[in-house]
């Protein structure tokens, strides 16, 4: 079983940013990905970013150039810095985990881009 906590949302500004945090239960070094993934009202879950155990990156088209994931070992945690939010990043924000082939969510935070 992993355990994900996210942290860090709330509401900001068009053009701010804000920081997630995502803090694993387990060693992120057993963990294949993890990521962000986000859930607008109305709308399906997306991909937001995905970072490999390697450190790969990969991002959705809608947030490339704005977000930026990385991730902490020693501290079992990923990170999501969000930089020029616009009002179409407003969602709720879920972190992610695949170990052993298994898919693992946190509760979500919200991310609310609003002036």
């Known amino acids: 079983q992993v355990q994900l906590v996210e942290s860090g949302g709330g509401l900001v500004q068009p053009g701010g940013s804000l920081g997630l945090s995502c803090a694993a239960s387990?060693?992120?070094?057993?963990?294949?990905?993890m990521g962000w993934y986000r859930q607008a009202p109305g709308k399906e879950r997306e991909r937001v970013a995905i970072?490999?155990?390697?450190?790969?990156?990969n991002y959705a088209a809608a947030v490339k150039d704005r977000f930026t994931i990385s991730r902490d070992n020693a501290k079992n945690t990923v990170y999501l810095q969000m930089n020029s939010l616009k009002a179409e990043d407003t969602a709720v924000y879920y972190c992610?985990?695949?170990?052993?082939?298994?898919?693992?969510w946190g509760k979500g935070t919200l991310v609310t881009v609003s002036s």
């Open positions: 992610y985990a695949r170990r052993y082939g298994i898919d693992y």
């Open positions: 970072i490999s155990s390697g450190g790969s990156t």
């Open positions: 387990v060693s992120i070094f057993s963990v294949n990905a």
